[in-house]
């Protein structure tokens, strides 16, 4: 348990005991886990439940927390990244991809995404389409399923297993009844990423669309995953296209951008 900033506050008149509050809050999210209560997040910062109530709804406000509409527990949002982005400046993934996605979408003739995951969705942070009159339309800030796509199941088979059983109990949540079959699908195509080295969803998202992904290694040690897909429209890459020719190119990208 981290001390109370209220200590701090008291002795330092320049110290902003509301700011560190919230900060407080943001980092006692710790990697690989699921959604936090107020009372978790209450006894990890030290700081009364009362306070804490409020600073998750500020935050959640803002956009730095998300809130699970079921259970009322939270976790990081997508305007946390807006921030560690300064943090990764030094090594800025998506700086390096881009150029090299474009070549890979021209060369290919398909369309290329770079994403992360929120929650049981993958939220696209970069992508590049090929020049083709038909393409995968999708553009950055856009919001996939994890549990259908070729870029979320290769996220979902090299999540760590704490963080991935934790997976599994939101997307149980989200699906329902559903959820026994698509599990099952989802276990097989982490056993097929394993032995292959990277995923597919073949009209499993969307009907008309083909798509194999993969993950990126971590260039920085707690970085959340990084995966890249490559899609394209059925009329123009078969499954047996995808695996002989996209899969093994697109996992060549994927050591250029983090050797």
Known sequence: ??????????????????????????????PG????????????????????SRLTYTLTKLGYLSQDHDTGYYRLGLAV??????????????RVAAPLMRDFAMQHTISVSLGMRDGTDIVYLETCRSQARVSVQLTVGSRVPLASTAIGRACFSILPQAERSQLELELAQRYGRDWGALSGRLQAIRSQYQQNGYSESFGEFEGDVMAVGVALPSP??????VCLNASGPAF?????????????????LARQIVP
């Open 236 to 252: 123009a890459f078969t499954p047996e296209l995808m695996r002989s020719q996209i899969a093994p190119a697109l996992m060549q």
């Open 220 to 225: 920085v040690p707690g970085m959340p995953v």
């Open 1 to 30: 348990m981290q001390p109370s900033p209220v200590d701090d506050e008291e002795k330092d008149r320049l110290f902003v005991g509301a700011l560190a509050r919230g900060l407080y809050v943001l980092a006692a999210f710790q």
């Open 33 to 52: 886990e699921g959604a936090l209560s107020n009372q978790t997040l209450a006894q990890r910062t030290a700081l009364p439940k009362s306070t804490v």
């Open 81 to 94: 990244l807006a921030l560690g982005s300064t943090v990764l400046g030094s090594y800025d993934i998506r």
